[in-house]
């Protein structure tokens, strides 16, 4: 399994970037993907999940109506849309794979996203 | 929404030693739902446990977890030099509702 996100920058407080990770070594399309944040010297926090065939998408409440998840099973490619971005939401963004609705069993290396003026 | 209280924050250990790793649930959850993970310094997250007690793939034996309810326990046997690191307790909630403890730094003493 292999994970490689890309897309992290500096940005501006309200400004948009979006996050890609390319996914290869499994069956993309049969499994649920993760994105997972953690700020700088902090733990680790949930950011979005999308089931395998795109229909079933759930955030965490911090990120409600500001960040879309989405896929492309035929480029084997998750994302994250980011808008509305806030000097809290600086964090490396993980992408990770879903082990049957019981925990994350693959991570990518990360992607720095920094908000700040 | 659940919240996973780890402790020690911090444990200091020599190469060899037991390390025992707590995660508390404000309430109880079902063990299956119950994850672990270790995160050396500037590395990615590494899925260590998942159902409480189950060791992931390509993870050494002296890795184990147990527990039930809201009381769940990690434990290295005999800590090797590569096993220092930042251990998270993870819980995989309905909805779904997906919970992080703060995390426990086993440091070389």
């Known amino acids: 399994v292999q994970l490689v996100e890309s897309g992290g920058a500096v940005v501006q407080p309200g400004g948009s970037l979006r996050l890609s990770c390319a996914a290869s070594g499994f069956t993309f399309s049969s499994y649920g993907m993760h994105w997972v944040r953690q700020a700088p010297g902090k733990g680790l926090e949930w950011v979005a999940l999308i089931r395998h065939g795109g229909n079933n998408i759930f955030y965490a409440d911090s990120v409600k109506g500001r960040f879309t998840i989405s896929r492309d099973d035929s480029k084997n490619t998750l994302y994250l849309q980011m808008t509305s971005l806030r000097p809290e939401d600086t964090a490396v963004y993980f992408c990770?794979?879903?082990?049957?609705?019981?925990?994350?069993?693959?991570w990518g290396q990360g992607t720095l996203v920094t908000v700040s003026s | 929404e659940i919240v996973l209280t780890q402790s020690p924050g911090a444990l200091s250990l020599s190469p060899g030693e037991r390390a025992t790793l707590s995660c508390r649930a404000s309430?109880?959850?079902?063990?299956?739902?119950l994850a672990w993970y270790q995160q050396r310094p500037g590395q990615s997250p590494r899925l260590l446990i998942f159902g409480a007690s189950s060791r992931a793939p390509g993870i050494p034996d002296r890795f184990s977890g147990s527990g039930s309810g809201t009381d769940f326990t990690l434990t290295v046997t005999r800590l090797e030099p590569e096993d220092f690191a930042v251990y998270f307790c993870q819980h995989y909630g309905s909805s779904p509702e997906i919970t992080f403890g703060g995390g426990t730094k086993v440091e070389t003493k």
């Open positions: 990770a794979k879903d082990l049957i609705a019981v925990a994350i069993d693959s």
């Open positions: 309430q109880s959850v079902t063990s299956s739902y």
